[in-house]
């Protein structure tokens, strides 16, 4: 199944990217702009930040372009100006992470400027960066995409998506197989799987929505969580972090991207995802909610865990 | 070092039956940071409270547990105790050893651990309590009372009697609610219009009341204490300063034929009008949506002959923005929509009873039209199809009430007493006509009542059959009444020439949205809901605001006015102080943690929660962080469980609290 995906809009849209930057930098609309540009590696891509309209040249748009620079607004945030509109470069995925943020009072829509990408996939952290994109070097993530091409945004390259290979969303697949596993056997697997975190916090640092200045887990009055890396405080991390993304995390899966021990952590979001979409039939990302469905009450909630 | 004392009661025998309360003392006793630990019979009691007094002045106490029964019981008890002896009352938390523990084991051994687990804990807790100020909220002594009917006006009264000013809002034109259409009121017949028009005069006299009619509260915010209250007053058309009730206007309209709400829609007004003679205020409103000049821009009549000259078709609406300390809530009922579901709602319609199809086939505050001496047909029970005097008439009760398959469950509570009186104005006014009632049950309770029901049987020859109606049908000028009388086992058909139904009393409509507004809870009905339904029943869960009458669920007069008056008693305890006292158990934020993500605004059930700038000395701002208004929190800490970072404590049940609990253990 070595399938080939189309991404030869890409070098338009780096094109159209690369002149609209321009324009709104010259014209003072925005202070800065942040997107991709190509790195060291050959094929390899970092995000970067434009303050120059001379500068928007550097700006590119490849199957590489993985990060999800929704964070480069929160927390990264003091690498750009303070002041004035930010632009940014964004993929479906990564605005989902941005309608969120404004939903929690973390980001103002009108101190952004949208650039939004016409996508047709990117590629999995697990292959060379010059790789071509397939269907088997797609990142998980790009399998199950539902935004594509992202909407109400300030700016989108005028291209034509081009038709796609149908491929096997492979979360749906992984949940649908623990799933059938006994909660003893469910039990076992995650506790494999937890016993390789090191707690070096890359899927805390790289998460969009762990905005906190002050991460609980920091916290030592009381210790809510072991620092050291082991079972008993990687279970809870793990247990905190999926709890406290549930109905919030769109997908981006940049913590599993991120991850040196290969922890499957958008798989903990996924299966919480949909926990959520069955019992609240609430999706993340597509609009801005003052509150989601963990932050309110209504009749209809589902009450059959009181027993 | 903490210096704690411990006090175990035996609550008589109720705990020392099952736990070993000398054993418990002594193993509490060497936890470290306990100074001093003993057990007595009666903690409560004068002696025992003396007891801890002491101790805590001999032993040089810093703390104090008590372990008896709930804190819900006892808590203020123990608390008033230790602050008579010098400590902060924050210093003391009661370990509940009888609901947890005696009163649900039997195994003493067991028992007794779990006591001694429970103490540990409470220990550990106390030690990390904080002194605690009582908060202090300065009172607006001026009360908002929504809703202009007999809660309303009452409530309103015994306020403004005790020299305070009082904001009256009423929707309708006039104030006089449900009340004012009533023709006489069970059980001792007087006539409604008697008893209460008096008492809006009194509103509209008083100095104290500002009366607010054809308005409606836009927006409500602030805390108890200090509401700041938006109110939207429709547009009159009339100039309520200049205008001097003279009426001219009103017989001059050319828009005579628009159905009267007041008059449940079989008698007419104008377009300029006043609902009823004896309304407070005596202004006229116009109607816009009937109003020629509205409708084509000729016409003004009105205008032309008012002699001072207040018509005014420019006005406007207006918002007016009041400071009140209280709010009572006194939006009444309304009454069952019975020939169709109304839209949202769930309740079922009674589409068989033929109402609205069957012109003769009327609700009971129709009867009460028809009866009343200032109704369209001046007091005679005339049929609204033909004029003619009703000879057989059928009331039929719980119409939408006890039906759970239609969607009410409740009872309506005032329909069998209303019949039983309609029964007997009809046998005033018809001497030679007979009334029949079909009914569920009679029910009766309240002083005067039941002699009321039997005195109708009895005196008043209303016939009671016990049983629903089946089938009720027009023929020809007869509506043909089927139904059985289970009390003898017979199916029986009456030919009436008329039937009134009594239909169930719902919360007045947009109920709910007002409710949203205030921030009060309210049932499946949209009926409020109140603080504690024994021992808090006109008291809202949001402090500061007041129930009274039909709008808490279905009540009658004297029930109203009882409420209307308990009500302000409590908004007059409330006003009593210039500053509220209010107990320190609230949330604070940590700012430093606090990344502004409002979760704990989201979720606070009581809008305790407000966003705040911090900004540097240049004015520059840093962030934007969570705030808990002190004089609002309810101490629940649903904002604590919520925020993700951690950085909102409730004090007395603090993270570091609630740790320090569980590795008691």
Known sequence: MTEPIDTSIYSAVTAAIQTEAQRILAAGLVTAIVGYAASRRNGSTQPIIVTDAAAAEKLIFTPASVNNLALYLTKAKKEI??????????????????????????????????????CAGVLASTVQPSTALTADTIASKCTECDARLPSDCDYVPNVQLPTQPQLAGKYAVEIARLEALTP????????????????????????????????????????????????????????????????????????????????????LNRKMAKELKELYDYEAGFEVNDKGPLTTYTDKDDQSFIK | MSRIGVFICHCGENISRTVDVERVAQQVGKMPGVAFSTDYKYMCSDPGQNLLKKAIQEQNLTHVVVAACSPRMHEKTFRKAVEAAGLNPFLCEMANIREHCSWVHENREEATVKATEIVGMMVERVKKNRVLPTITVPVTKRSL???????????????????????????????GGHMAQLSETFPTLDCSQCIMTPKMVDVANHPNIKLYTYSEIELVEGYIGNFQVTIKKRARSVD??????????????PQKKIPNKFDQNIGMRTAIYIPFPQAVPNTPVIDRENCTMFKTGKCGVCQKVCGPGAVDFEQQDQLIIEAVGAIVVATGFDLYTIDEKPKGSLIKG??????????????????????????????KILRPSDGKEPKQIVFIQCIGSRAREKGISYCSKVCCMYTAKHTMLYHHKVHDGQAYVFFMDARTPGKSYDEFWRRSIEEEEAVYIRGMVSRLYQKGDKIIVRGSDIAVGVQVEIEADMVVLATAIQPQKGADTLAQKLGISYDKYNFYSEAHAKLRPVECATAGIYLAGACQGPKDIPETVSQASAAAAKVMTLFSKDLLEREPIVARVKESGCVGCFACKKVCAY???????????????????????????????????TCPSKSVELDGYTDEQIVAMIESL
């Not at chain 1, 990564?94 to 952004?112: S, T, W």
């Not at chain 2, 200049?242 to 001059?252: A, E, F, L, N, Y």
């Open chain 1, 81 to 118: 100006p303070k002041k004035g509109k930010i632009g940014i470069v964004v993929k479906g995925c990564d605005l989902k992470a941005i309608v969120g943020l404004m939903g929690e009072a973390q980001l103002k829509r009108n101190d952004l400027y949208l650039i939004g990408v016409p």
């Open chain 1, 184 to 267: 003893a056997e469910r039990w076992a697997y995650w506790k494999e799987q937890f016993a390789k975190c090191i707690k070096c916090y890359a899927c805390r640092q790289v998460c969009p929505f762990c905005f906190c200045e002050q991460c609980l887990c920091d916290r030592n009055k009381p210790q809510m969580v072991d620092t050291t890396p082991r079972p008993a405080g990687n279970t809870a991390w793990h247990i905190v972090r999926a709890m406290h993304l549930a109905g919030r995390c769109a997908g981006c899966a940049e913590c599993e991207r991120v991850c040196p021990m290969d922890i499957p952590l958008n798989l």
């Open chain 2, 145 to 175: 009372v929504i809703g202009g009917g007999i809660a309303g006006i009452q409530a309103a009264l015994d306020i403004a009697d005790c020299g305070h000013e009082v904001i009256l809002v009423e929707r309708e034109p006039s104030i």
């Open chain 2, 240 to 253: 309520e300063d200049k205008c001097t009730g003279c009426g001219v206007c009103m017989t001059k309209c």
């Open chain 2, 350 to 379: 009674y589409g068989e009873f033929g109402h609205g199809k069957i012109p003769d086939v009327i609700d009971g505050m129709t009867f009460e039209r028809l009866a009343s001496a200032s109704g369209p047909t001046g007091g």
């Open chain 2, 607 to 641: 809008g305790a929660v407000e966003e705040k700038e911090i900004r540097d000395r240049q004015g520059n701002l840093i962030k934007t962080v969570a705030f808990v208004n002190p004089g609002v929190c309810a101490g629940c800490g649903t904002c604590q469980a």
